[in-house]
């Protein structure tokens, strides 16, 4: 009898927020994990928090790192654990081990450091630029998530078997809900109503400068509140200088929110008027599928893996065109979200397709 495929996945950044990478993970793991013939190996700090997000099953083990330096993690933690259980395969996001018990499968979701150099700090482009390579050249399967992406890697790397396995939106994002009462809640729980979201961590490359301008300039705020959720990454100078300059009328009506946990994210989109997505660069893209499929009127930008956004057609904006920003923002507000975006996000992304992907490639690598 053959013996179980075991693959180790390093879930370090599920001791964070969520971000673009713990929603990756996620989904393309509890769509894998229905493949009892594997059995899978979830390694980080919150052992409880992952326990509530992939269940308890026959193939699932978890394992708790011993320290939460990254480097110990990296250099010492993860080779035990990798030897220690007989691993097959170690899957990890953007960055590998230097030392090496099995095959390595990395994923590296962008590498807009290179296409946007201004958006990001010197010593930053120069250790991600080595570490990247570094470990897409070591690893036996490299993975990304557009296109886009792929082009670039490809591009930048001089590595040509890059293989997409696209993000998707999770099922709870189509769920059915009644507006009202979320409405209702949210004002009664955080004294917001008739809001505007935008959900992003903080970088410059985000653009929150160029959508709070916008905001301000065209005097939304006397109808709308602002409603920014993510966390700080990168600081955004143009940001803060133009949010430190209003009036303390005009910034009550900005609403900066950090360490919003999974629920009540799902109860502050479901609640807004309008989702705005205006970043400049990304290398997929998650939040407007997520807040389209959720039935909130939405606008994105158009540029690097967004363009492949098509569906949201007249929804799409320049985001380095004010003018185009503020036009889509009043298209946004007068016009309800067709439903034919929702059909064609669900047929378009879906993590049951990665998944399969994903199985393929190691298929192909173990031949």
């Known amino acids: 009898m053959k013996a179980k495929l075991r693959i180790f996945v390093d879930c370090h950044v599920f001791d964070g927020s969520f971000q673009g990478t713990t929603t990756y993970i996620q989904g393309l793991y509890k769509e894998l994990i229905k493949d009892k013939s594997i059995a899978f190996f979830f390694a980080g700090n919150d052992i409880g928090r992952l326990q509530d997000i992939f269940g308890t099953a026959e193939n699932i083990s978890y394992l708790k790192y011993r320290s939460k330096n990254k480097f110990y993690r990296l250099a010492f933690d993860i080779p035990k654990l990798i030897q220690k259980n007989k691993i097959d395969y170690a899957h990890f996001q953007y960055i590998v081990p230097p030392i090496k018990y099995c095959k390595y499968i990395v994923t590296i979701h962008d ?58 939106v999770d ?17 009664q729980k955080y004294n917001l109503e008739n809001y505007w979201i935008y959900i992003s961590r903080w970088e410059p490359r985000k653009n929150h400068h160029t959508l709070l301008k916008v905001f301000i300039e065209n005097e939304y705020y006397k109808k709308y509140s602002l409603v920014l959720i ?23 009506t900005v609403f900066i929110l950090k360490k919003v946990d999974f629920n009540e994210l799902i109860l502050l989109l479901r609640g807004a008027t309008l989702a705005v997505y205006p970043s400049i660069a990304e290398g997929f893209g998650i939040p407007p599928l997520e ?15 967004m363009s492949d956004f098509v569906f949201l057609k007249n929804r799409l904006f320049n985001p380095f065109s004010e003018n185009d920003f503020n036009e889509k923002i009043k298209f946004g507000l007068q016009n309800q979200q067709d439903d034919s975006i929702a059909d064609s996000i669900r047929n378009t992304y879906r993590w049951e397709l990665s998944a399969a992907i994903f199985k393929e490639k190691i298929v192909l690598t173990e031949e």
């Open 111 to 168: 590498v807009l450091f290179l296409d946007y150099p201004e958006y990001f700090p010197l010593s930053y482009r120069l250790k991600n630029k080595a570490l990247f390579q570094w470990s897409a050249n070591y690893s036996d399967i490299v993975l990304t998530v557009s296109d886009y992406s792929k082009q670039k890697i490809q591009e930048h790397f001089g590595i040509k078997d890059v293989v997409i396995t696209p993000n998707a």
């Open 171 to 187: 099922s709870v994002f189509f769920e059915e809900y009644d507006k009202a009462k979320v409405v209702q809640e949210v004002q």
């Open 230 to 252: 993510g966390d700080q990454s990168i600081t955004n100078t143009q940001f803060k200088m133009l949010y430190d300059g209003l009036d303390e009328s005009v910034k009550k």
């Open 291 to 305: 807040t389209s499929v959720a039935g909130i009127s939405t606008i994105c930008s158009n540029t690097t893996a």
